[in-house]
């Protein structure tokens, strides 16, 4: 008996230390909201929700990643879409301009009635 016991804390242990699949790393990221000229924050009630998921997302992005950048820091510009005012979309733009020709300095995303956040990148566009 004493020697089952003695397997399965073994098993246990070597189980628990097993490497797993880690998740993305998140980038520090400094994000500098401005609402748009002419916009009413008021008319947007679900910006904090996609403030919130768009900022985890673009920690997680892969060109967010890559960057040799220690710190990304953004101005992000939003807005209600001219085509439908249930969609918010932001531009962000990397404020150290000695780097604004990477490809993860310049982006823009849309966040939908459901919070669907999608980003793109420009890559220095």
């Not at 230390?17 to 924050?41: I, N, R, S, T, Y």
Request: aromatic share 6%; with cysteine; glycine share 4%.
């Amino acid at each position: 008996m004493p020697l089952l016991v003695l397997i399965l804390i073994s098993v246990f242990l070597l189980a628990s230390c097993a490497k797993k699949d880690l998740e993305a790393d998140f980038k520090p990221l400094q994000m500098h909201w401005v609402l748009a000229e002419g916009e009413d924050e008021s008319q947007m009630p679900r910006k904090d929700n996609c403030v919130i998921l768009l900022t985890a997302r673009l920690m997680a992005e892969p060109a967010v990643q890559a960057s040799t950048a220690g710190e990304l820091s953004y101005k992000v510009t939003y807005k209600r879409s001219p085509k439908n005012a249930e969609i918010l979309e932001f531009e962000g733009i990397c404020q150290d301009l000695s780097i604004s020709d990477k490809a993860e300095c310049h982006w823009d995303a849309t966040c939908d009635a459901d919070c669907k956040i999608v980003v793109n990148f420009h890559n220095g566009d």
